[in-house]
């Protein structure tokens, strides 16, 4: 049985890792106003950004969603997976924890795919059935990320193989447990061998793509239409910096910052797909020489090692140098995690938010303008809205509750006219709506004559009391029903009271009680926001002849 169980604990173990829901497959968290993180380009603001869509209509309510990198989920679930494999593992080493290490992973006869029913039968090591479960669960981990996991496992079974050989068990013992590992040991190098030499390339993928054709058009004195082609589908990343400093790497051009390491404003990543890609690059200055650099990597994440460049600069634009004039700044519907920004602009262009602590030193417009705090880190809470002549509305979330924020806003207009002067609003979230009922102590009755009684009790907040008082014996009532005055049978109770109880002690006279008669008074309590106990209160007593 121990051996069996340890099997359990083993394919459970592999379960696990395989069921690991989209493993090493996003990068990084998106920003506000940016789907991708840090770009401007047209195509990052489609409709996965949480209606952050900056078209230019004032009826767009974009999403603001707070964090520099957010749900960097290759990140989180390898923890995950880290500390499931472990628990697993480390359960073996103690045959009294088995099934307790397998019943914590929800092992049940109606919710595994291998019952215990299969694992406890006395046929072969692994059956067919078993065999195949495994390479499903196998086949559910991304090609991209397969090959690690496998050899993770072989890791891992090495592990537990020279534990097994350490210990005091029995050698049939031990030979029963080495075989359970050899069998998944099998299965795995089959699965190495089988996926590396399906012809597919899908794991041995090692070459990055190719780039051909990078070009700029479509020149205007803020934006630009970058074009490239590449030989198979992944991802493109670009920086775009005034000409003339020193070219980034093709990490540094990944992670959106120029050669000096520093994050620029003006950078992001498309989806790039086999042939002719293009994508728009926005707020760029008027009569200003830039430098575009780009880099690709496929879906397997090969990059590529050189990075591709071109000059361009852009036109000189209107006459326009007055930056734009914004008014009616207000805050609006603030709950315990967003609020919804309003601010009326003068002339369209782009809006930057920051938001920090109360407290914090404020920023400067330039600042702002690159997501930064006053001392120049990156805030943790920052975005740049597409801003139309007139009303905007921006919906604003990702706010801790109970937290006083200050939001600093610059405006920019089409000609790159910045404001000197930075906007500020303070406010605070709210705290998290109350859900817990009254907390009832120190219940008792005194008081009792032959018509009446006085209940006894504390109570945590203010809210109301309703009881019923009806003869022993008699049905108890739900908490609904004595809500309502009511008895078990749902008529009225001739003996019902509903009162107001306050923080602290309280104490409630039930009347029309008759002489020389045994009763029990049921009651239940619930606060000013209808939070109501889920269990009853009851006392026996008697009145007085």
Known sequence: MKTKRILAALLMGIFVLSNAPNLALARDGWRWGDSNGRGHSSDQN????NGNNPSGSNNNIPSFHGGERWNNTDSGNTNTITGNINTVTDSMSNTNTFRTAVDN????????????????????????????????????????????????????????????????RSADAKAQLIALLDSIVTIIQDRITTDIGSGSGAINDSTPPVTSSLSVSEITSSSAMISTTVNENGTGFFVVTPS????????????????????????????????????????????????????????????????????????????????????????????????????????????????????????????VKAWQD???????????????????????????????????????????????????????????????????????LTGITNSGAVLHFNTSEQGLIHSVTLLSGATAPTVVQVKAGEDASWALASLRETSTIFTGANQINLSGLSPSVDYTVYFVTEDLVGNTETALHSLDFSSTP
């Open 46 to 49: 489609d409709s996965s950004d």
């Open 374 to 444: 006053a001392s120049g880190a990156t805030a943790s809470l920052h975005g740049t809205f597409t801003m139309v002549t007139g009303m905007n509305q921006l919906n604003l979330t990702g706010f801790a509750p109970a937290t006083s924020y200050v939001l600093y806003l610059v405006a920019e207009d089409t000609s790159g006219n910045l404001q000197s002067t930075v906007t500020s609003k303070a406010f605070s979230t709210l705290p998290l709506a109350d859900t817990t009922p009254p907390v009832i102590t120190a219940i008792s």
């Open 105 to 168: 992973f929800g092992w049940t006869n109606e919710q595994s795919h291998i019952t215990r029913r299969n694992i406890e039968s006395d046929h072969e090591v692994l059956s067919r059935d078993q065999k195949d479960t495994i390479n499903k669960r196998i086949d559910n981990i991304p090609l991209i990320r397969r090959l690690d996991f496998l050899i993770s496992v072989l890791t891992r079974i090495e592990t537990l193989r020279a534990s097994i050989e350490a210990s005091t």
């Open 244 to 367: 003339g400093g020193t070219a980034p790497t093709a990490a540094q051009v990944k992670a959106g910052q120029n050669g000096s390491g520093v994050t620029q404003p003006i950078a992001g990543s498309s989806a790039l797909i086999t042939g002719m890609n293009q994508f728009n690059v926005t707020g760029l200055a008027p009569s200003t020489a830039y430098t575009v650099y780009f880099v690709a990597e496929d879906v397997f994440e090969n990059l590529q090692s050189t990075v591709t460049s071109r000059d361009f600069t852009t036109l000189s634009g209107s006459s326009d140098t007055t930056p734009p004039v914004t008014s009616a700044i207000s805050l609006t519907g603030i709950t315990n995690t967003g609020t919804m920004l309003q601010v009326t602009s003068n002339e369209s262009g782009a809006l930057y938010i920051v938001s920090l602590l109360s407290g914090a030193t404020a920023p400067t417009a330039t600042q």
